[in-house]
């Protein structure tokens, strides 16, 4: 069984101080790892998608690495913008098409 | 609009009582998902959708649940004689022909009074 675990729960920074997320997951074969951005009351909002371990991907103040094991979601220098939920899933190789979701890192940036 | 749209935004019924969910996928996307985000827990699969191929209805949580697509294009998902656990975010996504990305919608948040 696919599982995805995302730590920490919550995360309070102050506005400029950089830190990172983890996304660990277990998966038989990966298609693909995403990071989703979910606001409060909105839908997941499409961040990054990585394929292979060693991969990167940045986005503005946000960049996403990725391993046999685990993600990472680097925030550097954030903003008081960037609080939100931090969403990271997996999706299986094979036919399966729907992702398997962690519970989520929620990121509050101090100004 | 170009993303994804749910309506109702909001719902509030009662218990046992039967509730209709829609789905507008993204224009020309052929793959369509719903999930379920209940408070303080990740996003559940429900059920997926790809073009004319029979849906995957490994993920719906009881035969209470249903759902259906017409016309390879808007989705609705019913839930039956509804009960308390069934308070949640209902999300729908849907993606391109060949791409991986899931689009979501902004959900419809359900109530079970």
């Known amino acids: 069984e696919d599982q995805v675990t995302q730590s920490p729960e919550a995360l309070r920074l102050q506005e400029g101080e950089s830190s990172s997320l983890n996304c660990s997951y277990t998966v038989s074969g990966l298609r693909g790892l995403f990071w989703y951005r979910q606001d409060p009351g909105k839908g997941p909002e499409f961040l990054f998608t990585?394929?292979?371990a060693g991969e990167e991907k940045e986005k503005e103040r946000l960049k996403a690495t990725l391993t046999k094991k685990e993600s990472f979601l680097h925030i550097t220098a954030p903003k008081p913008e960037d609080s939100a939920t931090y969403l990271c899933a997996v999706q299986p190789s094979g036919s399966a098409r729907q992702l398997t979701f962690g519970s989520g890192t929620q990121l509050t940036v101090l100004p | 609009g170009a993303g994804v749209s749910q309506s109702p935004s909001n719902k509030v019924t009662e218990k046992g009582k039967d509730v209709e969910l829609r789905c507008d996928p993204i224009s020309g996307h052929t793959a369509l998902y719903w999930y379920r985000q209940s408070l303080g827990q990740g996003l559940e699969f429900l059920i997926y959708?790809?073009?004319?191929?029979?849906?995957?209805k490994s993920g719906l949580p009881s035969d209470r649940f249903s759902a259906e697509r017409t016309g390879g294009s808007v989705s609705t998902l019913t839930i039956q004689r509804t009960q308390q656990e069934d308070s949640a975010v209902y999300l729908c996504?849907?993606?391109?022909?060949?791409?991986?990305?899931?689009?979501f919608g902004p959900g419809t948040r359900l109530l079970v009074l």
């Open positions: 990585l394929y292979s």
């Open positions: 996504a849907s993606t391109a022909l060949r791409g991986e990305t899931q689009y």
């Open positions: 959708f790809q073009g004319n191929s029979a849906p995957d």
